[in-house]
């Protein structure tokens, strides 16, 4: 059975209330105001991390989103976002929280970075506990996907990201 097939069959579901919860927890509850992301160079984001490249609906700072509207548009971003992860994804043994932990890093970086990830990589050569560790950590023991470019150019380390590298770990681990 095919990953896409899993969630059709129910298996899998997309938008899962502990998701939800997952990324209200890093992305923030009740940002109804679109805000100027400093971690993301200033990208106008609402909701739970909704972003002009994730939403149909144009986001623009300052203006207002209301509960009802953010959640529609989390529903569709994230729904459409974790059917693009399946595509990516070949191993039929991943569980609910591996996929809800990988749809987070897909939401937080891109699902076209977390699907070329070395994480996805194991997790689909059936090296599953290695690549749930390796959305924290690379092989030499040095975070990964906790840093930011300043305009500089230079790369700098966010503890806030790491701790939710860490935590989709530890979800990808249960």
């Given at each position: ?59 623009v700072v300052g203006d207002y989103w209301s ?67 390796a959305l924290a950590w690379a092989q030499d023991g040095k975070p990964v ?30």
């Amino acid at each position: 059975m095919s990953l896409r097939n899993k969630i059709t069959a129910g298996v899998l579901v997309l938008c899962s209330g502990a998701l939800t919860a997952f990324l209200g927890t890093w992305e923030g509850n009740g940002q109804n105001v679109v805000y100027a992301d400093n971690l993301a160079r200033g990208l106008p984001t609402v909701c739970k991390g909704i972003t002009k490249h994730t939403s149909s609906v144009p986001v623009v700072v300052g203006d207002y989103w209301s509960d009802a509207r953010c959640a529609e548009v989390e529903s569709l971003v994230i729904s459409k976002g974790q059917l693009a992860l399946a595509d990516c994804l070949t191993n039929q043994a991943i569980g609910q929280n591996t996929f809800d932990a990988l749809s987070s890093h897909g939401h937080n970086l891109g699902v076209p970075s977390t699907c070329a990830s070395r994480a996805v990589g194991l997790i689909n050569a059936g090296r599953i506990a290695e690549g749930c560790k390796a959305l924290a950590w690379a092989q030499d023991g040095k975070p990964v996907w906790a840093y930011v470019t300043l305009p500089n150019g230079r790369k700098q380390f966010v503890q806030g990201l790491h701790n939710r590298r860490l935590a989709e770990m530890e979800l990808c681990l249960k």
